[in-house]
C-alpha cells in the first residue's frame, strides 16, 4: 500500500505562528512525559501533611479501587486522543504513518514497533493519538499502546496514559484484551526496552539481540491462532 496520509507541510511554508504551535505542542509532550508523574506523586504525599488532606485520602482511595484498570483496558478516552495539540506535535517532526499492507478486524494482532527511542513520539502520534488518522487507515482496529507497568503506579499520570489508550506491557493486560469477544484489538509492543532506548544515533539502527528471549515470538506461541504479529511501518 501506498502511503496513505498527507504529508505535513514542508518547514519552509510555516507561518511563525504555525512554528510556534507545533513548538509549544513537543514541549508540553516533553514536559508531562518528564514531569508530571513525579509532580503528581510528590503533591498526593505533601498534601497529606496540609489542611487539603482530604484530597489525598480521596485519590488514594479510589486508586485503590481503581487499582487494576490498567489491566483490565484500562480507560480510553477519544476525546484526549482527538485534541489538535497531537497534530502540532506530528508536524513538529514530522511524524508519518504509512500504510502498507490491510490489516482486516475481524482477527486481533500484536504489532512490534522500532525503535524504541526514549519518549516513543512516534507511536505515540499513531497509535495513541488520531494525529495522523490510525482509525480511517484501518478501521475497526482499536488500537493500544503497551507500556511499561511501572508507569501505571504513578497517581494522576496513570489516568492521563490510560486516557491515550495505553496498558501495561505484561502477561495479564495482553490476556484481557486480546481474549476480548469484540475482534480488532491491536496492541502495539514496543520491542527493546531499555537497552535500545538511548540508540538515537542519526544514521544509525542499533539493535540488542543475543541476550533477548524473543517476547513477541513466545507470547505468539502462547497465545495461539486468534492473532497475526505484524510490523508496521512508521516514519519519524
Given amino acids: ?19 510556534y504551535l507545533e513548538a509549544v505542542g513537543a514541549y508540553q509532550y516533553v514536559l508531562t512525559f518528564l514531569f508530571m508523574g513525579p509532580f503528581f506523586s510528590l503533591l498526593v504525599f505533601v498534601l497529606l ?4 488532606w482530604t484530597f489525598s485520602v480521596v485519590y488514594l482511595v479510589w486508586l485503590y479501587v481503581d487499582w ?9 478516552s477519544e476525546w484526549i486522543r ?11 517532526y514530522p511524524v508519518k504513518l504509512v500504510k502498507t ?15 524504541h527511542g526514549i519518549m516513543c513520539t512516534g507511536f505515540l502520534c499513531n497509535f495513541s493519538t488520531e494525529s495522523n488518522g490510525f482509525s480511517q487507515l484501518f478501521p475497526g482496529l482499536r488500537p493500544r499502546l503497551a507500556v511499561l507497568a511501572g508507569l501505571f503506579y504513578l497517581p494522576v499520570y496513570r489516568d492521563y496514559i490510560m486516557s491515550f489508550g495505553l496498558c501495561p506491557v505484561s502477561r495479564q493486560s495482553l490476556d484481557f484484551i486480546l481474549s476480548q469477544p469484540q475482534l480488532g484489538q491491536a496492541v502495539v ?20 539481540l543475543q541476550k533477548r528471549k524473543g517476547f513477541v515470538r513466545a507470547q505468539g506461541k502462547l497465545w495461539g491462532p486468534r492473532f497475526h504479529l505484524p510490523h508496521l511501518h512508521l516514519g519519524l
Fill in 82 to 92: 482527538n485534541q489538535a495539540i497531537w497534530r502540532q506535535l506530528r508536524d513538529y
Fill in 101 to 115: 499492507a490491510e490489516l482486516p478486524p475481524d482477527q486481533n494482532y500484536v504489532l512490534g514497533a522500532h525503535p
Fill in 1 to 19: 500500500m501506498g502511503v496513505a496520509t498527507a504529508p505535513p507541510p514542508p518547514t519552509t511554508s510555516k507561518t511563525l505562528q504555525k512554528q
Fill in 49 to 52: 501533611f496540609t489542611s487539603l
Fill in 68 to 76: 487494576d484498570t490498567p489491566n483490565q483496558g484500562g480507560r480510553r
Fill in 189 to 208: 509492543i514496543m520491542v527493546g526496552g531499555a537497552h535500545e532506548a538511548l540508540y538515537s544515533v542519526p544514521g544509525e539502527h542499533c539493535l540488542t
